[in-house]
T-cell receptor, first 113, second 110 residues
Framework: DARVTQTPRHKVTEMGQEVTMRCQPI?????VFWYRQTMMQGLELLAY????????DSGMPKDRFSAEMPDATLATLKIQPSEPRDSAVYFC???????????FGNGTRLTVT | GQQLNQSPQSMFIQEGEDVSMNCTSS?????WLWYKQDPGEGPVLLIA?????ELTSNGRLTAQFGITRKDSFLNISASIPSDVGIYFC??????????FGSGTKLNVKP
């Protein structure tokens, strides 16, 4: 079965450090979503791409977060500088667009100390 | 953003019992999805619904897309221990964005 691949699975870093999370969407999928999951907030939408173009990143703290798709096989989410409140599980998901479900990766568990 | 209200928050049931959970939204959605998440993993798609009124089954799971397009339910029949996990509903709006409910944590006692 095709799967969304996320790396790294776990990341522990100190406050102030840069963090980069990577996602390989399923081949042929043209939409990519980044979500953050915490116990308190559930699954929050951070950013959304279609055909590699960012369509919505209103859920992202703009001063420290950035999301890009350098090519169709790679999406990145960067945090610089990281803060303890960024500790969460970050999920990438991809899909084929309208009336098509999202398929999730297994996430990157980020801990910022 | 959109608000999805998912209930119940958690359930403790006996193996063999049936389970029902639902989601409601203040806005219309074009697609309703149901996912299950196990610890340490990403949500896995269970059922996708694309038309108002649609009733779809996947094994012991049955889900319906509400006629108003603002709600959906998921039923699990004859629960088994491996049904344990967190179930999420999700709705897709006109802009192709997906919004998630807060999840229903299911516990099944053997």
């Amino acid at each position: 079965d095709a799967r969304v691949t996320q790396t790294p699975r776990h990341k522990v870093t100190e406050m102030g450090q840069e963090v980069t999370m990577r996602c390989q969407p399923i081949l042929g999928h043209n939409t990519v979503f980044w979500y953050r999951q915490t116990m308190m907030q559930g699954l929050e939408l951070l950013a959304y791409f279609r055909n590699r173009a960012p369509l919505d990143d209103s859920g992202m703290p703009k001063d420290r977060f950035s999301a890009e798709m350098p090519d169709a096989t790679l999406a990145t989410l960067k945090i610089q500088p990281s803060e303890p409140r960024d500790s969460a599980v970050y999920f990438c998901a991809s899909g084929r667009g309208v009336e098509s479900p999202l398929h999730f990766g297994n996430g990157t568990r980020l801990t910022v100390t | 953003g959109q608000q999805l209200n998912q209930s119940p928050q958690s359930m403790f049931i006996q193996e063999g019992e049936d389970v029902s959970m639902n989601c409601t939204s203040s806005s219309i959605f074009n697609t309703w999805l149901w996912y299950k998440q196990d610890p340490g993993e990403g949500p896995v798609l269970l059922i996708a619904l694309y038309k108002a009124g649609e009733l779809t089954s996947n094994g012991r799971l049955t889900a319906q897309f509400g006629i108003t397009r603002k709600d959906s339910f998921l039923n699990i029949s004859a629960s088994i221990p491996s049904d344990v996990g967190i179930y999420f509903c999700a709705g897709q709006d006109n802009f192709n964005k997906f919004y998630f409910g807060s999840g229903t944590k299911l516990n099944v006692k053997p």
